[in-house]
C-alpha cells in the first residue's frame, strides 16, 4: 500500500511538474534543442513550430557594443522574452580582417555568455562593404572551422556565414561560397542551422528560388528597413516562401536603412503583422547606442550601460513590446 501511495504521489509531482517546466522554459534552448528546417518553417527538436525574435549588436569593434554584458542580456532575456541574439562581426571597417584575434575573443566572450543565459546566438560573417564574400573566403574558413570546432554539437549557435552580400550573384558567387563554408561547419557540427545571405543585400531572395543548396537546416536571409523596403519586398518573400525557400529576417530596422529620420511606427506595423501571420524568425537592428533612428537604446547611455526603460528610444519601447511573447 505504501509503494503504491509513493507511486501515486510521483505521479502527481510529475504531471505537475511538466507544465510548470514547459512555462518557463519554452522559449529557451534546454527545452527547444537543435532547431532544424521543415519545409519553410523552423521546428524545435520535438517538431514544434517555433519563431525567435531577438536584437543585433552593432559592429562588435565599435564601443556601442560596451552595453553587450551578461547582465544587460540577462535583462532581454527575462524582461523582454528574447530568445535569440545576433553577433555583428563585421568583416572589415575595422572588423575581423583588420584584427583577427581581437574580434574573435569578442565573439567568443559573447557566445558564452548567450549560452550561460540559455538562449540561442547567431554568429554573424558581417560581409558589407566587401561585397562579394568571396574576397575574404580563406578567412571566413578559418573563423568557422575553429567557431564550429570550439562549439561543435552546441544547438545554440547559429551560424549567418555573408551578411548582405551585394554586386555579385547568387549562382556564380554566392552559392559556391556557400557550399565551402557548409561544408567545413557541417564536419564539426553536423545539426546546427546555417544562414546564408542573399544578393542585393539579401534582397533578392527570388533568385535562390531554382538553385537552392542542397543541405538541409538551412535558412536564407531577409534583410529590410521598414521606411525604405515596403509591399513589394514582402511580395518577393511570399514569392520564396512559396516556392519552398525557408526564410529567416536576420536584420531589420524601424526606420530607413541609412539610420537617419526617424522611427516608422506604420510601416514597420506592417512587417511585424507580415511576419507573424508567416511565423518567420527576426532579429532586430540594433542593440546599441548609436546616433542613428534604429538604435535600441539612446546615444546618452554610455555614461551608464545598464539598460532601464528610461534609456529605451522609441524604437527600443517597440521592440520590447514585439519581442514579448503571447
Not at 573563423?143 to 552546441?154: H, L, M, Q
Not at 537552392?212 to 535558412?219: M, Q, R
Amino acid at each position: 500500500m505504501k509503494k503504491l501511495l509513493v507511486l501515486f504521489l510521483l505521479i502527481i509531482a510529475i504531471t505537475v511538474s511538466i507544465p510548470i517546466f514547459y512555462r518557463i522554459n519554452n522559449n529557451r534552448v534546454i527545452y527547444n534543442g537543435f532547431l532544424k528546417v521543415d519545409g519553410t518553417k523552423l521546428k524545435n527538436r520535438f517538431g514544434q513550430e517555433i519563431q525567435l525574435k531577438g536584437v543585433s549588436s552593432h559592429g562588435v569593434q565599435w564601443e556601442y557594443t560596451d552595453i553587450i554584458t551578461k547582465e544587460n542580456l540577462k535583462y532581454l532575456r527575462d524582461e523582454w522574452d528574447m530568445n535569440v541574439f545576433r553577433i555583428a562581426m563585421y568583416t572589415e571597417e575595422g572588423g575581423y580582417i583588420n584584427d583577427k584575434e581581437t574580434n574573435k575573443q569578442k565573439v567568443i566572450s559573447i557566445i558564452d555568455i548567450c549560452i550561460d543565459l540559455d538562449i540561442y546566438v547567431v554568429v554573424d560573417w558581417h560581409n558589407l562593404k566587401d561585397g562579394d564574400p568571396n574576397k575574404n573566403k580563406e578567412a571566413a574558413r578559418e573563423f568557422f572551422e575553429f567557431i564550429s570546432e570550439k562549439y561543435k554539437n552546441v544547438p545554440n549557435v547559429i551560424y549567418e556565414i555573408c551578411n548582405e552580400p551585394n554586386g555579385v550573384l547568387w549562382t556564380e558567387h554566392i552559392k559556391p561560397y556557400a557550399n565551402e563554408i557548409i561544408e567545413i561547419i557541417r564536419k564539426n557540427t553536423p545539426k546546427s542551422l546555417i544562414i546564408v545571405g542573399t544578393p542585393d543585400y539579401s534582397k533578392d531572395i527570388v533568385s535562390v528560388v531554382n538553385s537552392k543548396l542542397e543541405y538541409n537546416n538551412i535558412l536564407y536571409a531577409f534583410h529590410f528597413y521598414a521606411s525604405t523596403h515596403t509591399e513589394i519586398y514582402r511580395q518577393f518573400i511570399k514569392y520564396a516562401l512559396e516556392n519552398d525557400v525557408p526564410v529567416f529576417v536576420s536584420e531589420w530596422g524601424t526606420g530607413n536603412y541609412t539610420g537617419d529620420g526617424g522611427f516608422d511606427y506604420v510601416n514597420s506595423e506592417e512587417w511585424m503583422k507580415f511576419l507573424d501571420e508567416n511565423n518567420i524568425s527576426w532579429i532586430n537592428w540594433s542593440f546599441s547606442y548609436k546616433d542613428e533612428s534604429t538604435a535600441i537604446v539612446k546615444p546618452d547611455i554610455k555614461d551608464n550601460i545598464n539598460i532601464i526603460e528610461e534609456n529605451l528610444t522609441d524604437s527600443g519601447k517597440y521592440i520590447k513590446n514585439k519581442m514579448k511573447k503571447p
